[in-house]
């Protein structure tokens, strides 16, 4: 969830019945429909933190690396990431069956994560937790 420090909304609890902006079709609108919350679906990060700064809605719900992403990007000291990842999806490769590459891509995965380039990718692009 992104918001703003004047906001008061710090975690999924806070979502019903407050108007939210997220990605049309996207698995978060869904979430937030079923928890009740006042939805402004729109196309893209970009339009959904433009609402939050506009004030047309209170919050911004979707996938955490894009969010943080946005946020950092912005340089906007007001906007910040409240609450915990209340819905994880994992993201993965998709590949045929019996893939001769599906070893190969597993170990330079496992070889990546041993190294800490995760953690460098996430610092470079998401700043220092």
Do not use: H
């Not at 969830?1 to 019945?17: A, M």
């Not at 946005?70 to 910040?80: E, F, H, I, M, P």
């Not at 460098?120 to 937790?129: D, I, N, P, V």
């Amino acid at each position: 969830t992104v918001n703003s420090l004047k906001g008061d909304i710090n975690g999924p609890g806070d979502l019903p019945g407050r108007k939210v902006a997220s990605i049309k079709g996207s698995t978060s609108e869904t979430w937030l429909t079923n928890k009740g919350a006042k939805v402004t679906p729109l196309a893209d990060v970009a339009e959904c933190v433009a609402a939050l700064k506009a004030g047309k809605v209170e919050a911004v719900v979707y996938d955490a690396p894009m969010l943080q992403y946005a946020v950092t990007q912005s340089g906007d000291d007001k906007l910040q990431m409240v609450g915990p990842v209340f819905d994880r999806q994992n993201y993965a490769f998709a590949l045929q069956d019996g893939s001769p590459l599906r070893e190969r891509i597993n170990r330079a995965l496992l070889s990546l994560t041993e190294r800490g380039v995760g953690n460098e990718l996430r610092k470079k692009w998401f700043g220092a937790e």
